[in-house]
């Protein structure tokens, strides 16, 4: 079972985030980061960037690699993963450019037809996260229905990276990020499989709000399904969980949960 930590806000989230991610840099200065887009993971990088700024820490040689992106949108798109990776943790931590990766970033807009280019990708991109060394700390947030990435319910709990159909209801809850135009959100994605996420040595899924509720109760003590995807999470020998109230209000076992963080010895990160 993942540990769970129910805290006050999405700051306090951050700060546990950032605090595991400052120290593991500072042992390992090409430590790699996965990364995330949405609104989740955003206070963590904030807080991450203000400990690298007060701390002095050297992230020149931080490598990261994003979860996912939309096909067949140009990278400098705003909506671009790539630009959002930009905007939210590239220039905020002073990451080098050269370093962090974003699923897309080979096709460089390629429409979906472009097989020469889109087939492979997925391959291709869960080679250079292997080549890497693979990813130390993955941030993630957690879709309503149980997705992570953009592995949808029914994605396979083995897959790698790859290319996926987005489901009717996330690009109509994502055209609002294309002036409320769906047909202006693209119908296919490049997303890091459910077992590729598996592969990163730590992961931390971040939830806030209670939409969240329902899928964090399927994730954490529910069956392990492809119906919710995050449920793999489970099979995962190092997982937190970091939730506010809101979104902890389904859990059964909250009461364990923060006995057992009240009790964490003080030498134990996350
Ligand atoms: C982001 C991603 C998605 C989001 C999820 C939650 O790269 O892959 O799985 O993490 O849709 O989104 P927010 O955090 O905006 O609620």
Redesign the pocket.
């Known amino acids: 079972m993942a540990e769970v930590i129910i805290v006050k806000d999405q700051h306090q989230a951050g700060r546990i985030y950032a605090r595991a991610v400052a120290d593991l840099i500072k042992q390992k200065p090409t430590a790699v980061l996965g990364l995330?887009?949405?609104?989740?993971p955003l206070a963590a990088y904030e807080e991450l960037a203000s400990i690298i700024y007060t701390e002095h820490i050297d992230v020149s040689h931080v490598r990261g690699f994003a979860?996912?992106e939309y096909i067949g949108l140009p990278l400098s798109h705003p909506q671009s993963?790539h630009s959002t990776i930009w905007r939210t943790v590239v220039e905020p931590l002073g990451l080098n450019p050269a370093n962090v990766h974003v699923p897309g970033d080979a096709l460089n807009g390629a429409p979906l037809s472009d097989g020469s280019k889109v087939a492979h990708a997925g391959e291709k991109y869960d080679q250079a996260i292997a080549a890497a060394g693979g990813v130390d700390v993955q941030i993630?947030?957690?879709?309503t229905d149980g997705?992570?990435?953009?592995n949808e319910p029914g994605s396979s709990l083995a897959s790698g990276t790859r290319i996926k159909t987005l489901a009717e209801q996330t690009r109509n809850d994502n055209a609002r990020f294309f002036n409320g135009d769906v047909s202006q959100v693209p119908t296919h994605c490049i997303t890091q499989g459910i077992g590729t996420i598996l592969k990163a040595r730590h992961l931390v899924l971040l939830a806030f709000g209670e939409a969240k509720a329902e899928a964090v109760a399927e994730t954490v003590e529910g069956g392990v399904s492809a119906f919710c995807p995050a449920s793999a999470l489970q099979l995962h020998p190092h997982a937190t969980v970091i939730v506010d109230e809101q979104a902890a209000s389904r859990l059964r076992n909250k009461d364990y949960y923060r006995w057992a963080y009240a009790h964490k010895p003080v030498w134990q990160s996350i």
């Open positions: 995330a887009t949405g609104s989740s979860l996912d993963y993630l947030g957690i879709g997705h992570v990435g953009f």
